[in-house]
């Protein structure tokens, strides 16, 4: 499984910015794809997934402000941010996530909300 982010970038803090994941290599039935963050000297924590059936869950601090979809048929999701603050500056990772155990991560792309 390889997953290739892409989207990031630096924004001014109340901007927008958009996020793409794609699969490549083996795919599985009953997947979770979606996003994880980390800051510096934070843990990992959830931004956002998405199951095959459209089932989302997010992040308390994301709710009402980040919107992800994901093709249907496709293991490809998008992330939505709005209304960014300095508090959202991270590195976002896509992660993918299988039934049988398997969870995969992608290299990471920077987003940086500054002014």
């Known amino acids: 499984v390889q997953l290739v982010e892409s989207g990031g970038g630096l924004v001014q803090p109340g901007g927008s910015l958009t996020l793409h994941c794609a699969r490549s290599?083996?795919?599985?039935?009953?997947?979770?794809m979606g996003w994880y963050r980390q800051a510096p000297g934070k843990q990992r924590e959830l931004v956002a997934t998405?199951?095959?059936?459209?089932?989302?869950d997010y992040g308390d601090s994301m709710k009402g402000r980040f919107t992800i979809s994901r093709a249907k048929g496709k293991d490809t999701v998008t992330l939505q941010m709005n209304n960014l603050s300095p508090e959202d500056t991270a590195t976002y990772y896509c992660?993918?996530?299988?039934?049988?155990?398997?969870?995969?991560w992608g290299q990471g792309t920077q987003v940086t909300v500054s002014s």
């Open positions: 998405v199951t095959e059936g459209g089932v989302s």
């Open positions: 290599g083996d795919m599985y039935r009953y997947s979770r």
């Open positions: 992660n993918y996530n299988v039934p049988a155990g398997g969870n995969f």
